[in-house]
């Protein structure tokens, strides 16, 4: 076998993370009959991904390619240009600051100094227990509720600095109380903490 | 004659989301009207009312149905939710109340082009108009406004919901696209255009949530009504959102034509500043449309307009021709953010260009790099280390990029640069006065932390340099 080389850099098995279940696969798939190439299912399949295992790893972004036929160098293109993707373990609930000029002009920047004291981490981190991720985005389009602040999905309105404590200690406080929509895209409840 | 709200006349309406309440208040009646009427005919009254895309260019909606090809197989029709511009929330209004009103819209602009599949792309943020939105396709579907056969029509329409993972460029109508068809979100280079040859290389329509949520009114209430509000070139209802520190931040309809100060002031919009503070700047179009003096400036004589002089510009009227006298790009997307004051332009600036320059996408050199660039500066000037030459070098720099010189495959450059150009040129006093006020070593303390190695370097060809005035000078 002269003419294979070995990728001496390949990352280890153990490395790769954890996979998509069967569930997750199965749901991916019923989202291919929506478009006429297999590709344009693959931010369904990111998200469905970043749902079920937290965050998209190495595994699932093979797993996904197979699914798709595509390469997994271009699963790993698309989910490194999209901000909402997390290609490391985060923490069970991700919270998103806006910081766009209105909520800056509000007072966003007090909440975010605020934030960081509180959690004990800077952006881009999460918090030993894994419970908090923390990072800061471009407009929410909330402007007239600013500063706001997004927790997975539920979407904290007019924000202040002593709010944040009986924000964060509420347990529900990442869950919508709208009725759901039972189709494909309902989250997954397995969504494992890193 | 009173305005009478039509886009948001559901707002406030106990479970306005629910297909019953939308159909007791007349709800898909135009759709059923438009059904009975040839598909031509719709893209003509469209063509007649002048129905100009909400989402930011303005670009008459109509018109662009009519590019798509006459001999084609298939068309597909994306709804452009990926609402990202700051500070706009018409659209996450539009769905959080009315989401069968858009779909609605989608049904009438579909049978119009003839489409067969749409696809709704939401931006990854609004989970919350996710459900909504997606529990009103299901009552629709159920209900048989979607799928097979319409209303008996003969005529077939699928609806998706695509939801998008949070990037600015994913609004361009081809960068969409290519988001949709699984890739990054790098626009393309037009043309071709999308009506010719867009999604899987199809005939292709993009249109905003609010342009599609204007044409149910436009077919039950009639042209005339349409063509009887707003100004000559500009037709229409229309939101307008304000927010930053304003008594009654939010969104508020009006017909198209409103002052940016009966934005602000007006009792039925904004209702004047917090603590009675004057206002010092406006973007009223998203940031992305540039930047207006505001009333801490004298007024300018009467029948005057001119932007190269300090004067209070809260009278430019927001429709999509008058914004242009003021130095603006355009009208965007009528969203109104208020800059109070006692805030500072410098800080301004920095969170405008760092916008920008996160969101570049990355594929044209000059708007990767200029973004970047902008935004170095803009920190280097609120860190209190500004030279008068980096207001030139701003001014400069917003001049090369963009689709204007020619330098970019979409329209992002142009919108990074006209902000930031026109609040340097809006706004030089403040900026010269603050770089006035420095303190002499400021410039170096700034390198210093930056950059070690020039900071290594204190000599200049041989002779110690001081930092006196906004430039760097050597004692002969």
């Known amino acids: 076998m002269s003419w294979r080389t070995i990728d001496r850099r390949t990352v280890a098995e153990e490395d790769l993370g954890p996979g998509l279940s069967t569930a997750a696969e199965d749901k991916i798939r019923a989202f291919l009959p929506r478009y006429p190439t297999k590709r344009a299912a693959l931010l369904p399949a990111l998200h469905i991904a970043q749902d079920a295992v937290g965050y998209v790893s190495l595994r699932a972004m093979r797993q996904i390619a197979e699914l798709l036929e595509l390469p997994p160098a271009a699963v790993m293109d698309v989910v490194s240009f999209y901000t909402h993707f997390w290609t490391h373990p985060k923490g069970r609930k991700t919270i998103v600051l806006c910081r766009s000029l209105t909520c800056e002009l509000m007072g966003g920047g007090a909440v975010l100094a605020a934030l960081e004291a509180r959690l004990g981490i800077r952006e881009h981190q999460t918090t030993p227990d894994g419970e908090y991720s923390l990072m800061t985005e471009e407009c929410l389009a909330a402007c007239e509720h600013a500063p706001c602040m997004l927790i997975n999905e539920k979407l904290h309105k007019c924000v202040r600095v002593e709010d944040l404590d009986r924000i964060l200690a509420e347990p529900a406080n990442d869950k919508l109380d709208v009725a759901r929509s039972n189709l494909f895209d309902a989250p997954t409840s397995d969504r494992r903490a890193p | 004659m009173p305005f009478e709200r039509v886009l948001m006349k559901h707002v406030g309406v106990p479970n306005s989301t629910s297909l019953a309440v939308y159909q007791a208040d007349g709800g898909y009646t135009g759709a059923a009207r438009a059904l009975r009427m040839k598909p031509d005919e719709l893209v003509e009254l469209v063509k007649q009312a002048n129905l100009r895309g909400r989402g930011g260019a303005g670009f008459p909606a109509g018109l662009k149905w009519s590019f798509l090809p006459k001999d084609r197989k298939i068309t597909y029709l994306c709804v452009n939710a990926d609402e990202s511009e700051p500070p706009t929330f018409c659209n996450r209004v539009l769905i959080d109340h009315d989401p069968h009103m858009l779909l609605e819209g989608i049904l009438i602009a579909g049978y119009a082009t003839r489409t067969t599949v749409a696809y709704i792309y939401l931006r990854g943020e609004f989970m919350e108009q996710f459900h909504v939105l997606q529990r009103a396709l299901d009552e629709a579907y159920a209900a048989g406004y979607f799928g097979r056969n319409i209303l008996g029509s003969g005529y077939d329409l699928e609806c998706y919901i695509h939801r998008g993972a949070g990037a600015y460029i994913c609004g361009e109508e081809t960068g969409l696209i290519e988001s949709l068809e699984g ?294």
């Open chain 2, 183 to 476: 890739k990054r979100g790098w626009p393309r280079i037009k043309p071709p255009f999308p009506a010719v040859e867009g999604l899987f290389r199809q005939p292709t329509v993009v249109n905003n949530v609010e342009t599609l949520a204007c044409l149910p009114h436009l077919l039950t209430r009639g042209l005339e009504w349409w063509l009887g509000l707003g100004t000559a070139n500009s037709k229409g209802p229309k939101m307008y959102c304000i927010s930053g520190p304003v008594n009654r931040p939010g969104c508020y309809e009006a017909p198209l034509g409103i002052t940016c100060r009966e934005l602000i002031y007006g009792d039925d919009f904004g209702g004047g500043m917090r603590g009675g503070k004057k206002v010092k700047a406006v973007f009223p179009g998203g940031l992305s449309m540039g930047v207006l003096r505001g009333d801490l400036f004298p007024r300018a004589p009467a029948g005057t307009i001119d932007p190269r002089q300090d004067y209070d510009e809260l009278d430019c009227v927001l429709d999509f021709d008058d914004v242009r006298k003021y130095d603006l790009l355009g009208l965007g997307t009528a969203a109104a953010v208020v800059v109070p004051e006692d805030a500072d332009m410098r800080d301004v600036l920095v969170n405008v260009a760092r916008f920008y320059a996160l969101e570049s996408c990355g594929q044209c050199t000059h708007c990767r790099e200029g973004t970047t660039w902008m935004y170095k500066i803009a920190q280097r000037m609120r860190a209190g280390a500004g030279r008068l030459l980096d207001l030139d070098l701003l001014v400069e720099i917003s001049q090369n990029m963009g689709m204007m010189p020619g330098m970019s495959i979409c329209g992002l450059p142009d919108g990074a640069a006209w902000p930031v150009r026109t609040a340097v040129q809006k706004f030089r006093r403040e900026f010269e006065r603050r770089i006035a006020e420095q303190e002499p070593e400021a410039a170096r303390r700034w390198t210093r932390e930056v950059n070690r190695a020039a900071y290594e370097l204190p000599v200049l060809q041989g002779r110690e340099t001081t930092y006196v005035g906004g430039t760097f000078y050597q004692p002969p």
